[in-house]
Structure formats: structure tokens, C-alpha cells
């Protein structure tokens, strides 16, 4: 699409967006989808040709020839399919049918001379190419694109967490000040969350299962024509053929729980990933990280100075909106009126535009994290305006020295209150303590107070 074009496209996916989705056009565009189908229908002629029972031949030149018509399919080929379904071509009345459509340009190109017109979608219903092309095209986008994206992320926070490892920072539960970390540390959790979720998404997408059991799922027009045929077990090697596991019990749909995990698993990486673009934000506001300014780049139409989390706030908004989008397809598809209704063609059509704000979203929080960077002045400067956060040391201290009340001196010193380090260190002349313990106690600092958060980060694997 031309810069031109793109202005006027009814979806930003394709206008606004056009350049961040184009990775996914090989698997989210109607004529990916026509490709898929395209595979799909060759591969069983030739899987056909295979059988004794057919009379069907094809020999090297015809297989490599019906290949071709998938491994080259281009634009030309995508609209010659377009215009069997929307207007004829070349003897062939319009179909108004998409996958028929299909099966009349596989027919127009077969080889010359060829006799496998009459093989070409034997048996099957539209839903046998349908349910193996989606699956194959999700398959490819979330193997080539999505996750690549996700490991880009993953990768980034796991740098950041090795680099910032030792750089503390104030801790807030509640929103209030609590025990420190580390930014390093903070950034391991959510690469250790991310790592856990493509996990997820990887398995659920090994899992994609595929259907070839015609109108009813039955076998029953197979088997009517070849009744000895084990085609059961035809059904099975050819989708396996694929890399897809097997449906075995199926209607004319092949049940979607699979894609559902696959948007499912999806969902639950897009929420780390929200859950790490809210904290990113709070952490830019409360100038913890600093951004690094673009040139010529504006931030505010009316404020020259300032330099927004922008990206943070884009991959927000499309991961929020990825999320609805995947919610909805795993709801909806799952169901099917009795043995077959057609609404889910039309949703299973959106699953690209699902995984398009997806990949948005990965590259605008991959873009904001390599913007930023830690103010340790700031984040320093704010441990030490808050000493009352190694209360909490004290007092467990304090219980190790068997001190009941330790919880209550602490209580009475810090709650409600500002303190500062001399009060403590007031506190802990009045303790009946040993003098080694009130050094122990004296020696705390809120930049110090942070457990083996560094050493945290060599968890990640």
C-alpha cells in the first residue's frame, strides 16, 4: 500500500500502522489465506495420486508443477482467484464461493494434458481446507512473527536487568514507600514472567490440530466411493503431513479449543506486558527512568520541554485492544450450531487483525525500553528522604534478640510520622541490646537495604 493509499485505509492496521503489520501480511491476508488453500488442495491431489485404490497419476514434473502453484503464488494469482469467485474466468461461472474459487484456479492450472480435474477436492467440504489453511497460517504468524517479537522484548529486559542489577530503588506497595530492590531485579521478574509466557504460547501453537473427516465427519462420501480404503488413516498422515496434530472426533468443524489456547496464551504474555507498561509509566512520572529525547521529535504540542512515555502509552492501548480482540475469537469460535454454522468464518477473518495489535504493541514497548534509562541520582536521592523503610529490619532484628515488643517500638517511632536516621539511631541507644547489635543496627541504610535482589538476577536462565 502507497503512503498515499494508506491515508485513506478504513483500519490503522493498514494505514497508520501499515509499516509496524507488514511482517504479517504473508499470514493475515486474504491472499495468504487463498495460498494456504491453495497448498491445501494440492497436497491432497498428490496425497491422492498416492493412494492404490485411485487411478490417479501425477508424476515428478505434475507434483513439482502443483507445487508451484503455492511456493510462487503471488498477486496475479491472488486476483485470478478473486475474480473466479466475484466474476468468472475463462469458462468458470463466478462462485460467490471462496474455497470453490480455489478449486476452480487449481483446475485452470493444472498441468497441460492432465486428467486430476475430477480429483481436485474429492470428498472434502470447504471446512477440511478452511480449518488446515487457518491453522497453518496462525501456526506461521505466531512462529515467524509474533514470538520473535515477544523474545525481542524478553531479551531487552534481561539485558536491562543484568546492566541495573546493583542500582536501587524505592519499592512501593500500595502505592506507598516498602522494602527496596533494585531496577535490575524489578526487570528480571518481568523477563522471567515473559519467558514463562511465550512458553505458553509456543506450546500452545505446537498443539494446532487439523480435521479432514468431510460434511459431517463422517468419512461417509470417502468411504462411499472407496469403502476399503483406511481413510481414517489418510486423514491422519496428511494432516500430520502438515505439522499439525490430528483431529480425530470432529463435526464438518474441526473444534477450535486449540486456536482458543493460542489466543489464550497470547492474552496472558499481553498482560505481562500491560503490567510492565503501567509500572514503566509510574516509574517515568516519578522520574526513577529517564527518556531519551529524539531530535526534531515533538512532545507536546503546547509544552516544548517535555518528553512523554509515548510508546508505553501506544503498546497500552493496542495490547489492551489485542486482548478484547482475543477474548472474543477464543469465545466465539469454540461454538458451532449443531454439526455447522457459518458465523465463525467471518470472526476467524479478524484473528490477523488480533495479532496485528499484538505485534504493535511488542514494538512499542520494545521501542520505549530502549529509550530509557534509570536516574540513580533521583532514585537515590529518594531512598535516602525515606529511612523509614528499614523499620522493618529493625524490628526483625529486634525479634531475634527475643524482643516481643519489637514490632510496637518500631510501630510507635515510624507510623504516621517522618523520621529520619538519627531517630533511629536514638531508638537504638535506649535498646537493651549488645553493643555489637546496636552496630549491626546502626550500619542499616535504605540504599543498602536490599537483600540478595542483585544476585536475584542470575535466576534468569
Known amino acids: 500500500m502507497t503512503d498515499t493509499h494508506a491515508l485513506y485505509a478504513v483500519s490503522p492496521l493498514d494505514g497508520r500502522y501499515g509499516s509496524r503489520t507488514e511482517p504479517l501480511a504473508p499470514y493475515a491476508s486474504e491472499a495468504a489465506l487463498m495460498r494456504a488453500r491453495v497448498r491445501v488442495e494440492v497436497e491432497y ?6 493412494l492404490e485404490a485411485t487411478p490417479l497419476e501425477l508424476d515428478a514434473d505434475d507434483r513439482s508443477h502443483l507445487r508451484g502453484l503455492y511456493e510462487d503464488f503471488d498477486e496475479a494469482d491472488a486476483q485470478l482467484v478473486k475474480t473466479l469467485e466475484t466474476e468468472g474466468y475463462a469458462g468458470f461461472d463466478a462462485t460467490n464461493h471462496d474455497v470453490k474459487a480455489v478449486e476452480y484456479f ?3 492450472r493444472l498441468p497441460e494434458g ?3 480435474s475430477a480429483w481436485i477436492h474429492f470428498g472434502l467440504t470447504s471446512e477440511d481446507v478452511n480449518n488446515l489453511a487457518h491453522r497453518l497460517l496462525v501456526r506461521g504468524a505466531v512462529e515467524d512473527v509474533v514470538l520473535p517479537a515477544l523474545f525481542e522484548v524478553r531479551d531487552t529486559l534481561a539485558e536491562m536487568a543484568r546492566t541495573y542489577r546493583d542500582v536501587p530503588m524505592l519499592a512501593r506497595t500500595h502505592g506507598q514507600p516498602a522494602t527496596p530492590t533494585t531496577f535490575g531485579k524489578e526487570c528480571a521478574v518481568y523477563a ?7 512458553g505458553r504460547v509456543s506450546t500452545a501453537t505446537d498443539a494446532l490440530s487439523g480435521k479432514l473427516a468431510g460434511a459431517s465427519g463422517t468419512y461417509a462420501a470417502h468411504i462411499a466411493a472407496y469403502p476399503d480404503v483406511e481413510w481414517r488413516a ?3 498422515e496428511f494432516v500430520t503431513g502438515l505439522g499439525l496434530e490430528f483431529t480425530s472426533l470432529s463435526t464438518q468443524v474441526n473444534p477450535c479449543d486449540d486456536l482458543a489456547a493460542v489466543f489464550d496464551a497470547l492474552r496472558g504474555a499481553n498482560n505481562v506486558l500491560l503490567d510492565l507498561d503501567l509500572d514503566i509509566w509510574l516509574y517515568v512520572s516519578d522520574s526513577y527512568l529517564g527518556q531519551e529525547a529524539v531530535a526534531g521529535e515533538t512532545g507536546s504540542s503546547t509544552m516544548p520541554h517535555k518528553v512523554n512515555p509515548i510508546d508505553f502509552e501506544n503498546s497500552e492501548g493496542n495490547l489492551s485492544k489485542a486482548n478484547a480482540d482475543l477474548t472474543f475469537l477464543a469465545d466465539y469460535i469454540t461454538t458451532s450450531r449443531l454439526q455447522r454454522d457459518l458465523s465463525d468464518s467471518t470472526v476467524k477473518r479478524n484473528i490477523g487483525a488480533a495479532f496485528a495489535h499484538c505485534l504493535i504493541g511488542y514494538t512499542k514497548t520494545q521501542a520505549g525500553l530502549e529509550k530509557v534509562v534509570p536516574n540513580e541520582h533521583v532514585v537515590r536521592e529518594e531512598l535516602q528522604n525515606t529511612p523509614a523503610i528499614i523499620g522493618e529490619a529493625v524490628q526483625t532484628i529486634l525479634r531475634r534478640e527475643g524482643q516481643d515488643d519489637a514490632y510496637e517500638q518500631v510501630k510507635e517511632l515510624t507510623r504516621g510520622r517522618e523520621v529520619s536516621l538519627e531517630d533511629f539511631r536514638d531508638l537504638f541507644d535506649d535498646l537493651d541490646v549488645s553493643e555489637d547489635v546496636r552496630e ?5 541504610t ?8 542483585s544476585e536475584l538476577v542470575d535466576d534468569l536462565e
Request: glycine share 6%.
Open 45 to 50: 491431489l498428490i496425497a491422492l495420486a498416492d
Open 106 to 108: 487449481v483446475r485452470h
Open 114 to 116: 492432465s486428467d486430476a
Open 192 to 198: 522471567a514472567r515473559l519467558g514463562r509466557a511465550t
Open 234 to 236: 489418510f486423514a491422519r
Open 440 to 444: 549491626e543496627l546502626r550500619a542499616l
Open 446 to 453: 535504605p540504599e543498602t537495604y536490599v537483600g540478595v535482589a
